[in-house]
């Protein structure tokens, strides 16, 4: 199956090698677990409201990264994640994307408080730039979301 994001973003080689570069780059090289990675690609994909890559990433995080349901149906409905160490990752992303990179003191000292470090705050900034490259083409070209991943189609409520 070729996903519908990537056969329209194949209509720009720059796009879509560079899509590819930094997405495998983020899962090889991110300092985050499969889980870990699905939680970030989910918060931002909410904050940059991205019905598309909701869809895709929970289909992913249930199928593949094993994310417990719970989390990914709290990200998706924007509730309290229940798990301490993902809720905080998963919020400091948010705050990330909506303060676009601009997080206060605070934000960055709940997420360094919650066991993270510097370096994964660097592999944050990866999965946002990540995202952001696939949020803002599936809002160009309103992409149709994959029979596959209907199963997890997604509003924003």
């Not at 998706?76 to 229940?82: C, D, I, K, M």
Request: hydrophobic share 35%; charged share 20%.
């Amino acid at each position: 199956m070729i996903p519908n994001m990537y056969a329209g973003m194949a209509n720009n080689t720059a796009l879509l090698e560079g899509y590819f570069y930094a997405y495998n780059s983020f899962r090889a090289n991110s300092g985050f677990s499969s889980r870990e990675q699905e939680v970030i690609f989910l918060s931002v994909a909410y904050e940059n409201d991205c019905d598309y890559c909701m869809a895709a990433h929970s289909f992913v995080a249930d199928n593949w990264s094993k994310v417990p349901v719970e989390v990914t149906n709290a990200i998706r409905s924007n509730s309290e994640v229940p798990n301490e160490n993902l809720k905080a990752l998963s919020i400091f992303s948010r705050q990330m994307t909506e303060k676009r990179g601009l997080p206060s003191e605070d934000d960055i000292n709940n997420f360094l408080s919650a066991g993270y470090t510097e370096e994964n705050i660097l592999g944050v900034i990866s999965g946002i730039g990540v995202k952001t490259m696939s949020n803002y083409f599936n809002h160009m070209y309103k992409t149709t979301v994959d029979e596959a991943f209907q199963g997890r189609a997604w509003k924003k409520s």
